[in-house]
Structure formats: C-alpha cells, structure tokens
C-alpha cells in the first residue's frame, strides 16, 4: 500500500538559516509526489511536484525538493527561511491503487521559524 | 488566479442533524474531490467525483455520506445524520491537470 511519512513532527529554525522539512514514500510504482502548505486556518496551498525529469523541483516562495529514488526521498528545502514560512507543511504522494489521482498525505510537519 | 472556494467557513450542528457543505471548484476542472481533516490529525481522502459520478470513495464515505454536483459550478457534500466523530475540517479540491488545488475548507462542529 502507498504510504508518506513525515518523521518530524515540528521543524524549529532561525530565520535566514536553510531549512529542511523531510519526507519519505513508498509506491508500487514511479512516484508522483507533492508538497501543500497550510497556515493558520486557511486551506492547504499546492507549492510543488515531482512528476518526472529533474530530481531538484522549483516551487512557490523559493521552496525546492529534492526527489532521491534510492532513499525513497522527498525533502522540502528552503535556502534561507523567514519568519513567514512557519506553518504546517504536508507531504503527499498519489494514489495508484485508485483510477482519479486521489492523494495520500504524510501526517504533517509543524514549521517554526524564529526572528 | 481562480481559486476553490467553499461555504460556509464553520457550521455548527446538533448530533444528527444534516449537514450541507458546499464548494465551487476552479470553473474548468473537471476532477473534484472531498477531504477531511480531524484536529491534529493527517488530511484523509473521502471521495472523488468524475463525469457527474463518484468515481472513487474511502472506508470513510459510508452511506450517511453522498456528494452531488446539482449544476455547473457547486459540488456538494451531505452528510445525513451526523455523528460527533464528524466533527473536522473538511476540504474541497479540484484539478484538472497533475496538482489539485483545495478550497480553505469548511470547518464542521458537531454538539
């Protein structure tokens, strides 16, 4: 069965300091792979995906992923984070054992980012 | 940029009662689908609507449960008699490329 695992529960950083947020997967098959950032009462915003091609994806306010298929990893990385960026930042991984891209999300990683 | 909206924000209902949440998807998404998050815990797929059907549902989406899209825009979610365990955040999204895009979800208090 496809499952997402987020072994962090809470993230703490400096701000200006990288960050890394990690998430591993596993799949029958090749991997679609997502990260979503949730704040504070507010609905789950897409930042980015790896389908396919280059293992380093680009996404929204400077977030990057690294997909590595030997460590079944998908690690959500910033190089300098701020204030701002502190949330709850979900891992998610489609579905292949269903027809409609139905997503199985990790339990979630609390991201806090001090002045 | 379009966005998934959904209403009503919070609704509070008696143990019982039916409930109506209502979500309009991105206008020409064609995929759409219902989450739900308890508190503190991971968000959990209920079920997706394709071609004005249910194409797919969790152990989650029992008989209490229905989904409809009644015309063009809305697509609902009704839970018949609700139960204190419903009590979450449920979650509308839609897609019609790779990514779904989730609407800021409704939170539901059941007494």
């Known amino acids: 069965a496809q499952s997402v695992a987020q072994p962090e529960d809470q993230v703490n950083v400096a701000e200006g300091n990288p960050l890394t947020v990690k998430c591993t997967y596993s799949?029958?098959?090749?991997?679609?792979l997502f990260w979503y950032v949730q704040y504070p009462n507010r609905g789950l915003q897409f930042l980015l995906k790896y389908i396919t091609g280059d293992n380093l994806v680009k996404g929204s306010y400077g977030f990057e992923a690294e997909f590595n298929k030997s460590q079944t990893s998908f690690h959500l990385k910033k190089p300098s984070a701020l204030v701002s960026d502190s949330a709850l930042y979900f891992c998610a991984v489609r579905d292949y054992g269903g027809s409609q891209g139905n997503l199985i999300f990790g339990k979630g990683t609390k991201l806090s980012v001090k002045p | 940029e379009p966005e998934v909206t959904q209403t009503p924000s919070h609704q509070v209902t008696q143990m019982g009662q039916e409930v109506i949440l209502r979500c309009v998807p991105i206008?020409?998404?064609?995929?759409f689908y219902w989450y739900r998050q308890i508190l503190g815990q991971k968000v959990e797929f209920l079920v997706s609507f394709y071609n004005n059907e249910i194409s797919e549902k969790s152990e989650i989406f029992d008989d209490q449960f229905s989904v409809e899209r009644p015309d063009g825009s809305n697509f609902t979610l009704k839970i018949r008699s609700t139960k204190l365990e419903d009590s979450a955040m449920y979650f509308c999204?839609?897609?019609?490329?790779?990514?779904?895009?989730f609407g800021p979800g409704t939170r539901l208090t059941v007494l």
């Open positions: 799949v029958s098959g090749n991997p679609y």
């Open positions: 999204a839609s897609r019609t490329g790779i990514e779904q895009f």
């Open positions: 206008s020409n998404h064609l995929y």
